[in-house]
């Protein structure tokens, strides 16, 4: 069985001493393959210099490893406060001079707990969302012009997100990132022909509706993540622990992972077999299925 991480930011502080390190031992778990998204223009550089430094890179500090690094260029939600247009031009820029080394536009995104928040910064929730739609609107259409697939982040957002994909229909369509919600919030998303990235949440015990989702869909809709070094495992990631506890909301769930603790346990590509154990126990199908089918989905977004 081979993995594929569709989520990890390596070129996070985090990892910088211990990549090398790291990156074998996700050899040694057969993850060979890791889409590394940016967050801003400030880390475009990194995050291309990081995919030519440890991919394919023979006289490099991996010059056995086998693993592939897969750079993406985009603007996340969280990010946007300070920047306008000029910095949307730089995006531009950036993907048309690496665009034969770049896999995708992301991460992009709307996060409608950023918008109602907005005040905090001295906006209108209104004003901020408008930002926010402005720049996925513009970023969903350098996709469009690139023939390039989407890296998508959701948070409070589904409602806000749908009519810009279904307004674009991108021909090679994308990740929705670390998907949590409904089945019919799913369904949406799959009709329109994008994958649903599956991370940590499902390692929560009080993520019944995702689990229960994602126990309904078809297998050939669902890619693995981490979102490393953020989104942490749970403490109890055990099947017994996921499927059987009843304690709290969705809702506290999704909130007690994306606030990440100083205490909790760091997230890392490595758990990415978690993951996929968590994902297997709660599916029919035999774990190389699973694997297969999950490898398969990667081809299909980004290498065909």
């Known amino acids: 069985m081979q993995f594929t991480d569709s989520h990890c930011h390596l070129d996070d502080i985090a990892f910088s001493e211990q990549l090398p390190a790291l990156l074998s031992q996700c050899q040694q778990l057969a993850i060979n393959r890791i889409i590394v998204p ?29 693993i592939k690094i897969y750079p993406c260029l985009g603007i996340h939600p969280w990010f946007l406060q300070k920047l306008n247009d000029s910095h949307l031009e730089q995006l531009n820029d950036a993907v048309i001079k690496a665009r034969d ?87 949406g998303y799959i009709d329109l022909g994008f994958k649903l990235g599956v991370g940590s949440t499902i390692t929560y015990s009080r993520a019944k509706k995702t689990i229960n989702t994602l126990k309904r869909l078809p297998l050939e809709s669902l890619v693995l993540e981490t979102d490393a070094p953020s989104m942490p495992l749970s403490r109890e990631v055990t099947a017994k622990d996921v499927l059987t506890s009843n304690q709290g909301t969705e809702q506290e769930n999704i909130d007690e992972i994306a606030s990440s603790p100083a205490n909790s346990p760091a997230n890392s590509p ?34 065909i």
């Open 270 to 303: 490595i758990n990415l077999i978690k993951i996929f154990e968590v994902l297997s126990s709660i599916r029919p199908e035999s774990l190389e299925e699973i694997a297969n089918q999950l490898e398969h989905n990667i081809e299909q977004i980004f290498f």
């Open 38 to 66: 940016s967050i801003s223009p400030d880390n475009f550089t990194q995050v291309l210099s990081l995919a030519k430094r440890y991919s394919g890179n023979l006289t490099g500090p991996l010059k056995d490893n086998p």
């Open 101 to 187: 080394k770049i896999i995708a536009i992301g991460e992009i995104g709307i996060d409608g707990a950023i918008a109602k928040n907005a005040a905090a910064h001295g906006q209108t929730p209104e004003d901020n969302l408008h930002h926010q739609q402005h720049f996925f609107d513009y970023q969903l259409n350098l996709a469009k012009q690139q023939d390039l697939p989407v890296i998508v982040h959701h948070r409070q957002s589904h409602d806000k997100i749908m009519p810009f994909l279904k307004r674009y229909q991108l021909e090679r369509k994308g990740i929705i990132h670390g998907f949590s919600g409904s089945y019919q919030q799913a369904k």
